[in-house]
């Protein structure tokens, strides 16, 4: 599959800023915790830009969430963990919203 990124010049600055941050986060803080794969990704709310970590395992995720800043180049920075379940395709897109 070939990634097809934003033609503006904004949006490609922030393409590569996040890229590198992404990069930098890997090097400092590594690609696993204790055999578990941390995944990273940039995304953005009303409050600005964000950098997710995710972990499948609760004490990695303590332990990143101890090793992580709560920014870094520019980011906030969330740590993110999920549980495994037997439906793990349940839990890729899930949303809940109160309709209350």
Do not use: H, Q
């Amino acid at each position: 599959m070939r990634k097809v990124f934003a033609k503006s010049k904004k949006l490609s600055e922030l393409e590569r800023k996040s890229r590198e941050t992404i990069n930098g986060a890997k090097s400092e803080f590594g690609t696993s915790i204790k055999g578990y794969p941390i995944k990273w990704k940039i995304t953005s709310d009303d409050g600005g830009r964000i950098l997710e970590a995710f972990c499948e395992d609760w004490d990695a995720c303590g332990i990143l969430r101890a090793t992580l800043p709560s920014k870094y180049m520019g980011f906030r920075t969330v740590v993110i963990g999920y549980a495994l379940t037997e439906d793990k395709d349940a839990l890729k897109n899930f949303t809940y919203e109160d309709t209350d």
